[in-house]
């Protein structure tokens, strides 16, 4: 059985900093793409970044050079590095696996953590 657990969410100011985990059991995670999406509330989910297994990036242009995507294989986990937090940026963040190489569509993933909640005050 395939968990994606998320963590590091919260409550912070804008320009603040806060780092997101996402650890995957029940899967090689190695051989895995991992994504970051979030979604706020009426909005539709947002793919934000995704590390490949062998080790490509790829980020929105909405998060680029603020975000930073990273995998630890060795403790299965992953995590999304978030910089200069904007109020825009308050959503709840669910990390996602997929067991082919880059995607962006929420379609693409087959696995879904249950998200955690980011909110960014002005």
């Known amino acids: 059985q395939v968990q994606l657990i998320e963590s590091g969410g919260g409550l912070l100011q804008a320009g603040g900093s806060l780092r997101l985990s996402c650890a995957a059991s029940?899967?090689?995670?190695?051989?895995?793409?991992m994504a970051w999406f979030r979604q706020a509330p009426g909005n539709k989910r947002e793919w934000l970044a995704a590390?490949?297994?062998?080790?490509?990036?790829y980020y929105a242009d909405s998060v680029k050079g603020r975000f930073t995507i990273s995998r630890d294989n060795a403790k299965n986990t992953m995590y999304l590095q978030m910089n200069s937090l904007k109020p825009e940026d308050t959503a709840v963040y669910y990390c996602?696996?997929?067991?082919?190489?880059?995607?962006?569509?929420?379609?693409?993933?087959?696995?879904w953590g249950q998200g955690t909640q980011v909110t960014v005050s002005s």
């Open positions: 590390l490949t297994w062998i080790g490509n990036e």
């Open positions: 029940g899967l090689i995670f190695s051989r895995y793409t």
């Open positions: 996602a696996a997929r067991s082919g190489g880059y995607g962006m569509r929420v379609s693409d993933y087959e696995y």
